[in-house]
């Protein structure tokens, strides 16, 4: 694997609001993986064309904040050197089960849009899809989450500024996932 320029530890001072707010954003992560592998499971199993990436993987482990989640909450073995197929790509679909990159999340191929029943649906889907990116949206200035190379970045003003995006993105998911899926039978 690449060197990982980043420190192995978060600074002191972050660490009991680092404690709340990671364990706020997994427990977010995790609720849209479920929902967003419901739809995903099923088609992803039987592609011939992997849309994962080997670099999209180890964006985990070069980012200091998706590195936390993934060592704290993550708890797979992960052959990081491995570039086919992709070192998260496990038999059930990506086994980065916490610290996942947010865009990976996001992306959804034809295939699986496709397979949702309207575009109302398609639409809401996709919003559910987009909740880990959207959190993490100018976390750095005007730059995402996902652009965080070293702990110094994470200040203590974004670290608030975060948990609240997390609140707003939990509250949004519930929004959503409740329009995606009540009221119709067999989902």
């Known amino acids: ?17 680092l404690s709340r707010i990671s364990a706020s954003y997994v427990a977010l992560e995790r609720v849209v993986r479920e929902t967003i592998d419901r739809v995903v499971g099923p088609i992803c199993a039987t592609c011939e064309r992997v849309c994962c990436k080997a670099s999209y993987c180890r964006r985990t482990m070069r ?11 993550g708890g797979a073995d992960i052959p990081w050197q ?15 089960r916490a610290g996942r990159y ?16 309207s575009d109302e649906d398609r639409e809401i889907f996709q919003g559910i899809s987009d909740i880990l990116k959207d959190v ?22 974004r670290l608030r500024r975060f948990e609240k ?10 929004e ?12």
């Open 82 to 96: 491995r570039r086919e197929p992709p070192p998260g790509l496990g038999p059930d679909g990506c086994d980065i």
């Open 165 to 174: 995006k997390i609140e707003e993105g939990t509250k949004r998911f519930n």
């Open 102 to 117: 947010a865009y990976c999340s996001a992306y959804n191929c034809l295939a699986v849009l496709s397979s949702l029943d």
């Open 63 to 73: 980012n200091p904040w998706y590195r936390f989640l993934f060592e704290t909450y």
């Open 1 to 17: 694997m690449e060197e990982v320029n980043t420190r192995d530890m978060p600074p002191a001072d972050l660490e009991p609001l």
């Open 176 to 187: 959503l996932r409740s329009l995606l899926f009540m009221d119709k039978p067999g989902k």
């Open 136 to 157: 993490g949206l100018n976390f750095l200035g005007k730059r995402h989450l996902t652009d965080l190379m070293d702990w110094e970045e994470i200040t203590l003003p």
